[in-house]
């Protein structure tokens, strides 16, 4: 069965230093994996979905990268700043299933100090 | 705009009772889903559609039920055989061929 780990839960940086979040999962075999966004007592925003095929993807200050072969994918956040307090997860999707049943970590808190 | 709403967004559910959730989208997604988050652990799959008058069982649907009558309505009912329901529950779609799962405001829902 797949699982899906996030080290650490939490994280505590100073504005303008880089985040580095990681994601690691058990069975290689994925679809693709998807990066998400979590704001106190809300919902999930995506960020970022990388397709099995793809190393990196990037939006703004975001880059997310995958590798396969060592089940890990990172979630890079570049100068970061206090609005991107919030909790990130990571989820992936396995290949027999391409409609849903995405696998999620348990997340990591990142607060980011003025 | 195109969105996923959910309602309530706070419910509170007396021991014994049945409570349905509203899950309603207009993005045109064919697949619905609904989640339950517990602190401190991952999103967990309850129930999932395919389509309309489908769904399947995910990983914890023991205590609940869900119907998919129309593409854009995918309610879900916690009944009073969910030993645990209080907890924060997601309602999910997905768009497109590259299935990037978009999600909605989320219910609380506390058993009193």
């Known amino acids: 069965k797949q699982e899906v780990t996030q080290i650490p839960a939490a994280l505590s940086v100073p504005e303008g230093e880089n985040l580095v979040l990681n994601c690691s999962f058990t069975?290689?075999?994925?679809?693709?994996l998807q990066w998400f966004r979590q704001d106190p007592g809300k919902g999930l925003t995506s960020l970022l979905l990388?397709?099995?095929?793809?190393r990196e993807q990037t939006s703004g200050r975001l880059n997310a990268s995958l590798d396969k072969s060592s089940g890990r994918s990172t979630l890079y956040i570049a100068a970061s700043q206090p609005g991107d307090s919030a909790t990130y997860l990571c989820?992936?999707?396995?290949?027999?299933?391409?409609?849903?049943?995405?696998?999620f970590g348990a997340g990591t808190q990142v607060v980011v100090t003025p | 705009d195109g969105g996923i709403t959910q309602s309530p967004k706070y419910l509170f559910r007396k021991e014994g009772q049945n409570v349905t959730l509203s899950c309603e989208q207009n993005?045109?997604?064919?697949?619905m889903y609904w989640y339950r988050q517990d602190p401190g652990q991952g999103l967990r799959l309850i129930y999932y559609?395919?389509?309309?008058?489908?769904?399947q069982k995910g990983d914890i649907a023991e205590g609940y039920s869900v119907s998919r009558e129309k593409k854009e309505s995918f309610p879900l009912t916690v009944t009073s055989a969910q030993k645990n329901p209080t907890a924060f529950y997601l309602c999910?779609?997905?768009?497109?061929?590259?299935?990037?799962?978009?999600f909605g405001p989320g219910t609380r829902l506390t058993v009193l």
């Open positions: 069975d290689s075999a994925i679809y693709n």
């Open positions: 559609s395919q389509i309309v008058n489908d769904f």
């Open positions: 999910a779609s997905v768009a497109g061929t590259y299935n990037e799962q978009f």
């Open positions: 993005l045109n997604h064919d697949a």
């Open positions: 989820a992936v999707r396995p290949p027999t299933d391409s409609w849903g049943k995405l696998q």
């Open positions: 990388i397709q099995s095929s793809q």
